[in-house]
């Protein structure tokens, strides 16, 4: 898949999820063969007044094009804040146009431009007109079941230049609840002649051909099923290109993903906020390699293999004694796995 000048290895995309994909996991993600990671959404206004938080979360070291993308709701702030994102070295702003939370919308930003088309309009053209770098947007269905706005947000973006449209296959009163629609997105393929992403749901290696094949898009973005599993896009790349791939790699090199991981984010956020940054990524960890090892219909972990190592690891404020914990908790996945 094109975006502009960018040739992606692969058509499939880790998709931008605040306080998740962090760039310890994108590194990751790409390292197991993501097409593309995207930074979490970065406010606009808290980029330009450098605020630490958002200059973490826009971090591109160490991945092969750095993606930013930008939230808000003001043209001009949002045009300043992707012009600072180029100077720092990216090479790709994607504006969120499809946050359904709160704090977001009522800030008439995120997917409440789906209800302000001029002002959502001025955005596009304001960021395109700010940088040389490729533009893209993220989005969803549209606001409500009435009203399929993205067809129309789609074209809008052809129009001013952008270089691909993602869509999240729901409306933003859904949130997250009921099924994302892939069939819904193909109106949207069908209305532009830019490389259009779908999203939602994907969340075996199957998914990855069927959401493709009933969007027509051109290529995937994946959120939750990556959560825990920083190689599943990945290997959905692989299961597109028609290879057949095992969902997960074998425990023990889960286990050393995860390790290396921690030890990632301690040095990303220092040791006190990368001890707590990385309670929830252990927890879906550990969770993950228990699916990944019932799906595989192997002697699964006892129900409470989860809360016992969750309630042993996730309060722990000592690197070391969390980093054995891991390795406890995975060895006693395998010794099982083996029995
Ligand atoms: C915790 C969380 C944080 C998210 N943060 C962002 C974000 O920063 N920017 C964005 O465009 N979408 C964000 N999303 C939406 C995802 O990118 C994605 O569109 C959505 O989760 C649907 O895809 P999935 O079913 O593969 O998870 C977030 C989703 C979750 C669950």
């Given at each position: 898949m094109q975006i502009g000048a960018h040739?992606?290895?692969?058509?499939?995309?880790?998709?931008?999820?605040?306080?998740?994909?962090?760039?310890?996991?994108?590194?990751?993600?790409?390292?197991?063969?993501?097409?593309?990671?995207?930074?979490?959404?970065v406010a606009s206004e808290a980029l330009l007044e450098g605020h630490p938080e958002m200059l973490l979360r826009a971090e591109g070291e160490g991945v092969p094009l750095h993606a930013v993308q930008i939230a808000g709701n003001d043209p001009r702030l949002m045009a300043e804040a992707a012009r600072i994102a180029e100077a720092a070295g990216a090479g790709l702003?994607?504006?969120?146009?499809?946050?359904?939370?709160?704090?977001?919308?009522?800030?008439?930003?995120?997917?409440?431009?789906?209800?302000?088309?001029?002002?959502?309009?001025?955005?596009?053209e304001a960021v395109r007109g700010a940088v040389g770098v490729p533009v893209t947007v993220k989005t969803r269905l549209g606001w409500d079941e009435r009203a399929s706005t993205a067809v129309e947000l789609a074209r809008m973006a052809q129009a001013c230049g952008l270089a691909m449209v993602t869509v999240h296959g729901r409306t933003r009163c859904q949130f997250y609840t009921g099924r994302a629609d892939w069939a819904a997105i193909r109106a949207v393929k069908q209305a532009v002649s830019l490389p259009v992403v779908a999203n939602g749901d994907v969340v075996s290696t199957a998914d990855g051909p069927a959401i493709l094949a009933a969007s027509g898009a051109d290529g995937v973005m994946i959120g939750r099923g990556a959560q825990g599993r920083p190689w599943f896009p990945g290997r959905v790349a692989q299961a597109i290109a028609g290879h057949r791939v095992a969902e997960n790699p074998p425990l023990g090199e889960q286990r050393d993903v995860l390790l290396e991981l921690y030890d990632g984010?301690?040095?990303?956020?220092?040791?006190?906020?990368?001890?707590?940054?990385?309670?929830k990524h252990v927890g879906w960890a550990l969770a993950a390699a228990v699916a990944g090892q019932s799906a595989g219909g192997r002697q699964g972990a006892p129900d409470d293999f989860i809360a016992r190592w969750r309630s042993r690891l996730l309060v722990k404020e000592d690197p070391a004694t969390v980093r054995a914990g891991i390795a406890d908790a995975f060895d006693e996945l395998m010794w099982r796995a083996a029995a």
């Open positions: 040739a992606l290895p692969n058509p499939v995309i880790l998709a931008p999820m605040a306080g998740i994909t962090d760039a310890p996991v994108r590194r990751m993600a790409v390292r197991y063969g993501a097409g593309l990671v995207i930074s979490e959404m702003i994607d504006i969120n146009m499809g946050c359904p939370a709160k704090r977001v919308t009522t800030g008439a930003a995120g997917a409440a431009l789906l209800r302000d088309l001029p002002l959502a309009r001025a955005i596009l984010w301690l040095g990303f956020y220092g040791t006190a906020l990368g001890v707590r940054q990385a309670r």
